[in-house]
């Protein structure tokens, strides 16, 4: 069975800093996606990034960025400038590229708080 | 439209309550899910359907009865649920794999379920 380990539960960065979270997992397949969801206060979870695992290159969203090392099996997030608003729990996601539908695992998350 | 809508966003039941939580989404998914989210926890898979058929029942409680009437819709049916039932309940969508493969899920902001 795959996992998503998340070994940072809080962090803290200042306004306008840079911060990295960090998640592993580990699967024994070979075509999957990963996933940072965001999830504020108001509950809603929201796709921060995606990666797929093929794709070498890492994925970048604006002010959001990926470190994907495949062969280690991580996969961690950088935001830049952080902002007010990117409070919030931080989710990584693993799901399998086979048949049929996403079945996502989660890690436990890391909850960030971004001082102004 | 890019919006999962959920319904009730908040509901309190008593462990007698027959009560149904509503979940709709038109982006043309046919994949949609329920998740299960305990306070500061990942979401848990508890059922998925596709192409509106059940396909994965996370060997969830049958207090808990899953029903997907169109491609648009997916209820969760609740009855004689107990007090550890309460939490947020996510509902998701996604295309399914093999069709316009992203690997994403869409979220809607969750219902949270009070059980006395």
């Keep these: ?116 | 439209d890019t919006e999962v809508t959920q319904t009730p966003k908040h509901l309190v039941m008593g462990m007698t309550n027959k009560k149904s939580l509503k979940c709709e989404q038109h982006m043309g998914h046919r994949a949609m899910y329920w998740y299960k989210q305990k306070a500061k926890k990942p979401p848990e898979l508890m059922f998925v359907y596709s192409y509106e058929k059940l396909s994965i029942n996370e060997s969830v409680p049958s207090r808990f009865s899953p029903e997907c009437p169109n491609s648009s819709l997916l209820n969760l049916h609740l009855h004689a649920l107990q007090p550890e039932d309460s939490a947020l309940y996510l509902c998701a969508s996604s295309h399914p794999q093999g069709l316009l493969n992203t690997g994403e899920l869409f979220f809607g902001e969750g219902s949270r379920l009070t059980v006395l």
């Design chain 1, 1 to 116: 069975a795959q996992t998503v380990t998340q070994s940072q539960p809080e962090m803290s960065v200042q306004e306008a800093e840079t911060v990295t979270l960090s998640c592993t997992y580990d699967t024994s397949e070979s075509d999957y996606y990963l996933f940072w969801y965001k999830q504020p206060p108001s509950r809603q979870m929201i796709l921060v990034i995606r990666q797929e695992a093929y794709k070498q290159q890492n994925a970048t969203e604006n002010r959001f960025s990926v470190n994907f090392q495949k062969a280690a099996k991580s996969f961690s997030l950088k935001i830049s400038d952080s902002q007010l608003g990117d409070a919030a729990m931080y989710f990584c996601a693993y799901t399998d590229s086979g048949a049929g539908s996403y079945q996502l695992t989660f890690g436990k998350g890391t909850k960030l708080s971004v001082i102004p």
